[in-house]
């Protein structure tokens, strides 16, 4: 543990104009520069929306529920953050307006406020700031907390009033607010407009916040005479005013974009840090490996969401990862599982190299993905399953090797006479009980990996177990296992709860024995990958996707290694 120089540090970063910008993408590279400069950051997501987490949102509302080791159900931000900056983010990572209130109506029950009336400020705006501290640690350099949606949402001001009082409390040398703006291109016109920002600014100023930085998004990179406006009327110093054009290739060029604009040396001056140099040389080669890659992989992703780009956000971002380690560019062929429950469900599979089922719950579009499967176990089509697509792999199996009719899973079919996939114990009382948030297994937990002749030993480097998040309610019905081992079905990871009762494991991943690459596994590894880490078993599926497409062993000898980060 090193000792930090100074307090801890803060920045708050907020968005203005519209939402969809960016600003997790933005938080998490500055992150990346701190962390690159040899500081300890800690970064948080303050989210405005009522839920108390995302857990029971519509993925096409909200994207993807990111999970934290430590079994947080969280915004997808989340996922960037960790992606970027390297370190596993937590409990204390999230924080949103359901749970606050809930905190202090439960405080207000409890008689904590001592018989007063409970109001936004002080007591909610309270419960804000306590929140920002609890990331407070004797070897944390700085704490970045992003505010979710934007400036001048109802929602959202107690937030905003929270970071004012902060800045008032912790001293103003020692945070500081960026603020993410966009700065439209008229077309029509031929001009870049800077009023919706300098109104964005306008409106921070009036509850009490003046930005330290801005920084620009726009599709188009801004001349000095537009920098000069912003700087003259959000009153902002003109270095300070930073581009944040649309990057060609890569979210991960974003901290080239800010270290070019010397985002470092800016950042360690107005937080009074030490002056460090920050080593990019790992990060630009990561880069380098995305912009010129060798050859293209195609990647057929079978979901329900697939309309919606930011349902799959880890998974999407984890074949890329995987695909830089290989050199290559993954094309990523987006299928909704609902076609292939049509006639010509074959012909939109012809030419992929892989096949993935992500996560998800429910039956609609759940017949499709069982044809993906069975046409990736029969053709020899390199598959990856996660979740429910290790559940829907079993059941393929039962359905089409062991020849058990309408063997399905009890979600899909409570009266299925061949209940492959089923309630965990401890999640028949929810279920029953209609209580959703909150309450599936969620988080890491262990993988015991015991046969070491296994495709799951080799991919993961021979090691005897593995940490792998995980969000569901049902699992693989034990019943069933000897059936399926004798039919070819390989459980080469198990989760063992009582070493005393191994008949009482759950099954974690199952393979194929006589395929090139089918594997799956009740977790969800794509919480664990970054583009300077991709995760094995990705790593593993995309190179047996690109040897399919080669035809030979080429696609096995096709990665480099990466440096760490």
């Known amino acids: 543990m090193t000792k930090r120089d100074g307090p801890t540090r803060h920045i708050f970063i907020t968005g203005g104009v519209v939402s969809s910008l960016g600003k997790g993408i933005a938080t998490a590279s500055i992150g990346r520069i701190l962390v690159n400069m040899g500081f300890s950051v800690r970064i948080q997501k303050l989210d405005p929306y009522l839920n108390v987490d995302p857990g029971t949102m519509n993925p096409f509302q909200h994207g993807e529920v990111y999970v934290t080791d430590d079994g947080a159900e969280t915004d997808l931000d989340l996922g960037h953050y960790e992606r970027f900056l390297g370190t596993p983010c937590s409990k204390l990572s999230t924080v949103t307006s359901g749970r606050i209130y809930q905190t202090v109506l439960n405080n207000e029950r409890a008689g904590k406020y001592n018989?007063?009336?409970?109001?936004?400020?002080?007591?909610?705006?309270?419960?804000?700031?306590?929140?920002?501290?609890?990331?407070?640690?004797?070897?944390?350099?700085?704490?970045?907390?992003?505010?979710?949606?934007?400036?001048?949402?109802?929602?959202?001001?107690?937030?905003?009033?929270a970071v004012r009082q902060f800045r008032h409390e912790a001293g103003r040398e020692y945070c500081c607010c960026i603020h993410l703006a966009y700065i439209p291109y008229i077309k029509a016109a031929g001009e870049i407009k800077t009023k919706p920002a300098q109104h964005s600014v306008q409106k921070l100023r009036e509850i009490g916040i003046i930005p330290d930085f801005l920084l620009c998004r726009a599709e188009k990179a801004l001349g000095k005479s537009v920098k000069d406006k912003l700087a003259l009327f959000c009153n902002v110093d003109l270095n300070n005013v930073i581009d944040l054009v649309d990057v060609p290739t890569s979210i991960y060029e974003v901290p080239q974009v800010l270290m070019r604009q010397g985002m470092d040396e800016l950042l360690a001056n107005r937080l009074r840090l030490p002056k460090r140099t920050c080593d990019m040389h790992a990060w630009d080669l990561m880069v380098g490996h995305i912009k010129k890659p060798?050859?293209?992989?195609?990647?057929?992703?079978?979901?329900?969401?697939?309309?919606?780009?930011?349902?799959?956000?880890?998974?999407?971002?984890?074949?890329?990862?995987?695909?830089?380690?290989?050199?290559l560019k993954a094309e990523i062929v987006r299928l909704e599982s609902e076609s292939l429950e049509s006639d010509d469900w074959k012909k939109q599979l012809e030419g992929v190299d892989g096949i993935l089922v992500p996560g998800g719950f429910g039956k609609r579009g759940f017949e499709g993905k069982l044809r993906a499967i069975r046409y990736a176990r029969e053709t020899g089509i390199p598959y990856l399953g996660l979740c429910l697509g290790?559940?829907?792999?079993?059941?393929?199996?039962?359905?089409?090797?062991?020849?058990?009719?309408?063997?399905?899973?009890?979600?899909?079919?409570?009266?299925?006479?061949?209940?492959?996939?089923?309630?965990?114990?401890a999640q028949k009382e929810f279920i029953n009980a209609g209580i959703l948030g909150g309450t599936m297994r969620l988080g890491a937990y262990t993988c015991t990996l015991p046969k070491k002749t296994s495709k799951a030993a080799k991919v993961y480097g021979g090691v005897d177990s593995v940490s792998e998040r995980h969000r569901h309610r049902y699992e693989f019905n034990n019943a069933y296992r000897a059936q399926f081992e004798a039919a070819g079905l390989v459980f080469s990871g198990v989760?063992?709860?009582?070493?005393?009762?191994?008949?009482?494991?759950?099954?974690?991943?199952?393979?194929?024995?006589?395929?090139?690459?089918?594997?799956?596994?009740?977790?969800?590894?794509e919480f664990k990958s970054s583009p300077v880490k991709p995760h094995p078993l990705f790593r593993g599926f995309l190179g047996a996707a690109y040897k399919r497409k080669r035809g030979d062993a080429a696609g096995s000898k096709s990665e480099v290694g990466l440096p760490p980060v």
Request: proline share 7%; glycine share 6%; hydrophobic share 40%.
């Open 115 to 161: 018989g007063g009336t409970v109001q936004v400020i002080p007591h909610v705006t309270d419960e804000i700031k306590k929140h920002i501290r609890a990331l407070h640690a004797p070897d944390v350099d700085v704490v970045i907390s992003e505010i979710g949606g934007t400036v001048g949402d109802i929602e959202g001001l107690p937030f905003m009033e």
């Open 390 to 425: 290790m559940q829907a792999a079993t059941i393929e199996f039962a359905r089409n090797v062991l020849g058990l009719e309408r063997a399905n899973s009890t979600e899909m079919d409570e009266k299925t006479p061949h209940p492959i996939i089923v309630p965990m114990e």
């Open 294 to 327: 060798k050859d293209t992989v195609r990647i057929a992703l079978v979901g329900k969401y697939i309309d919606h780009q930011d349902a799959y956000k880890s998974v999407t971002e984890s074949i890329d990862h995987a695909a830089y380690a290989h050199l």
């Open 495 to 525: 989760y063992i709860p009582d070493a005393a009762k191994p008949e009482q494991s759950l099954v974690e991943i199952i393979e194929l024995k006589d395929h090139p690459f089918f594997m799956a596994t009740q977790a969800h590894p």
